[in-house]
């Protein structure tokens, strides 16, 4: 089995990458950890970067995974090929791009691109977002699923995710005591649906409510607090239609023995408790 550690960072291609760098900084309060040739590299936490932006096509994107131990990413690798889902190994320069010592890249069922590293670097610098949106750091992310049941069963056997809860079929997934590192959602193909960072309290997420608001940047859902991880939420667009969420609260589960995940209806309620209702056209992009 496959331990994954923690989320790393996300890698997303633009058309626009000065466009999108505005955005990270002044919209969504990300700090720039590094300008390299195609590329700008955002903090949000002590990391070195959690998120990419690089020239290149929208759609190509890759969401990274820790593994604590050298051993891991040879036995992953050897895992994956098994199965059948064909593994490549990232060169040296391929490395210091992503600031990891070593990764490991594959696609999951649907096709979504998955990088395993060992050691990505962190900084001895101070994250300050340019904009004070309260954030403590990236948390979760959410990926299209072409069929939930097969892409459960893959990462939940192939890898230490456990299913939390579900709305309708689709897992949330904990790699730790965090009620989920990764969420599913129904698609047609591949993609990231939504990149999660943390903030400090509901405060932040109603100031960046208005911030964002008045500012023309299109809601997706909320305010609102999901009845899954009791965590309170904010979804809103981002460059090249990326959802971008923050959340304050989120529920951790400590008593793996006595937890036993729930089941939530895929409508509105499944959703949030206090009566939002998500744009569904975006959440099932």
């Known amino acids: 089995m496959i331990t994954l550690a923690d989320v790393s960072y996300v890698r997303l291609g633009t058309r626009d ?5 505005r955005f990270a900084t002044e919209y969504l309060g990300l700090d720039v950890a590094e300008r390299a040739k195609g590329a700008i590299y955002f903090k949000s936490d002590a990391r070195e970067h959690t998120l990419c932006y690089f020239e290149g096509d929208p759609g190509d994107q890759a969401v990274c995974f820790e593994v604590e131990q050298h051993a891991d990413l040879d036995a992953a690798a050897a895992q994956l090929e098994r199965l059948g ?3 490549q190994h990232g060169t040296h ?48 992310i959410g990926l299209c699923s072409s069929d939930l049941v097969r ?16 709305i309708g079929d689709a897992p949330l997934l904990r790699i730790d005591e965090v009620h ?22 509901s405060d932040d997420i109603m100031r960046s409510y208005h911030f964002l608001r008045d500012r023309q940047v299109k809601m ?34 400590a008593d793996e023995l006595i937890y036993r995940e729930r089941q939530f209806p895929f409508e509105p309620k499944g959703f949030c408790k206090w009566g939002a209702k998500p744009a569904i056209a975006e959440f099932n992009k």
Do not use: C
């Open 17 to 21: 990458l000065e466009g999108a760098a």
């Open 85 to 87: 889902h064909p593994v």
């Open 93 to 140: 320069e391929e490395a210091d791009l992503r600031k990891v010592h070593e990764f490991i890249s594959f696609k999951d069922p649907t096709g979504n691109w998955i990088e395993l590293a060992w050691r990505p670097a962190h900084s001895g610098k101070r994250y300050h977002g340019q904009r004070d949106a309260g954030i403590t750091g990236f948390s979760h």
């Open 151 to 166: 892409d459960e069963a893959f990462w939940t056997s192939v890898t230490n995710a456990r299913v939390s809860d579900r």
């Open 180 to 201: 989920h590192t990764i969420a599913m959602f129904p698609s047609n193909g591949p993609g990231i649906q939504h990149i999660n960072h943390q903030v400090e309290s």
């Open 220 to 253: 997706v859902f909320g305010p609102g607090r999901h009845p899954t991880s009791s965590a309170k939420f904010l979804y809103f667009e981002g460059p090249e239609g990326m959802v971008f969420e923050y959340s304050s609260g989120v529920r951790e589960i």
